[in-house]
């Protein structure tokens, strides 16, 4: 052994053979700035364990938090027209869309799925917000139609899942004749005497915000997300006035009366599982069976001591009594 076996190829093994460490194993929260675990992360679904900021979230994900068990049926949606209008800007509408759907493997910004809820057959739409940004364009408007359309044959009620920067410009008018389009699916859901229920994420603005997503009988949203017609920078600038803190974030709009209620991500499945039960009349969850406790065996009673008369006890400083005499009769 000399020192080119014993220290040079260790040493060039080492570099030759190093692993690369992915970049992402370690996420960091951009409201703390703490560094996440991955896993930790994905297991509080995209909420950071330290100050609880609702990151973004993917449909997918949520579908399998949401259902029992994890187990849901995908909805096929119809494809609509590609670039309709021709429309192009730095690039072509075609290639926008090529790209997202190649990087998400979907093909718009709203999915659909059904399955249970708390024992509920229900019909959940989510929007991506990471698909162009959510954008309202024809896909998204028969996504929600053909949604409203399955929870009307299967009697099921409707939960949308918001999540969109507004209307998608590249599809013009079209995109913007989807808001009296979903409202009217909205419309058959509630005259068939089903539940329609909107969870507003961040951020649901736009058309979004002015149709489908303001018409819930229940309105619920995540902590602090934006919700909003147009954005408050947009109002700064024309008012010209320095805007309240918190203004159009779900806490203001839950203090102002424009929503029933702000849930934290992590208590979806619950809180919607009691209200689907409580809107289609149905009775509580039965609450699940816990495991059997293992039984302690009995202690014997210890022997009880034999109870005696108290001894009268002398007050102190009392003078000492005289035993009585005893007389002993006279012996015959």
Not at 14 to 34: A, V, Y
Not at 281 to 295: G, I, Q, V
Request: hydrophobic share 45%.
């Amino acid at each position: 052994m000399n020192w080119i076996t014993s220290f040079v190829r260790p040493k060039l093994d080492t570099l030759l053979n190093r692993r690369e460490s992915p970049d992402n194993l370690w996420i960091k929260c951009p409201e703390c700035g703490e560094m996440i675990f991955h896993r930790a992360l994905a297991e509080s679904l995209q909420v950071c364990p330290h100050c609880s900021h609702h990151m973004p979230v993917s449909p997918d994900a949520r579908f399998d938090a949401l259902f029992d068990e994890g187990r849901w049926d995908l909805i096929p949606l119809p494809d609509p027209l590609l670039d309709p209008l021709k429309f192009r800007d730095e690039k072509r509408y075609v290639d926008r869309l090529r790209e997202a759907r190649k990087k998400l493997n979907r093909q718009d910004a709203m999915a659909a799925a059904k399955g249970a809820i708390g024992g509920v057959r229900t019909v959940v739409a989510a929007q991506n917000f990471a698909f162009m940004a959510g954008s309202m364009g024809m896909a998204v408007g028969d996504a929600i139609l053909t949604a409203a359309r399955t929870a009307v044959a299967e009697q099921a009620p409707f939960v949308l899942f918001s999540a969109a920067g507004g209307a998608r410009m590249q599809e013009g008018i079209l995109s913007l004749m989807q808001m009296p389009r979903a409202t009217i699916a909205v419309q058959m859901v509630k005259e068939a005497g089903l539940p329609y229920v909107v969870v507003l994420t961040h951020p649901t603005t736009g058309g979004v915000t002015a149709s489908y997503a303001m018409l819930g009988d229940v309105q619920i949203a995540e902590p602090k997300a934006l919700i909003c017609f147009a954005g408050p920078r947009v109002i700064e600038q024309t008012i010209r006035e320095k805007l309240p803190e918190g203004f159009q974030r779900s806490e203001y709009l839950l203090d102002h009366g424009m929503l029933d209620m702000v849930t934290d991500r992590r208590e979806h499945r619950p809180t919607l599982a009691r209200l689907l039960r409580l809107l289609m009349d149905l009775p509580p969850e039965p609450p699940e069976e816990e495991a059997p406790r293992e039984k302690l065996p009995l202690l014997e009673a210890a022997p009880q001591a034999e109870i005696r008369p108290a001894e009268a006890v002398e007050p102190p400083g009392a003078a000492p009594q005289a035993a009585p005499l005893q007389t002993q009769a006279p012996q015959a």
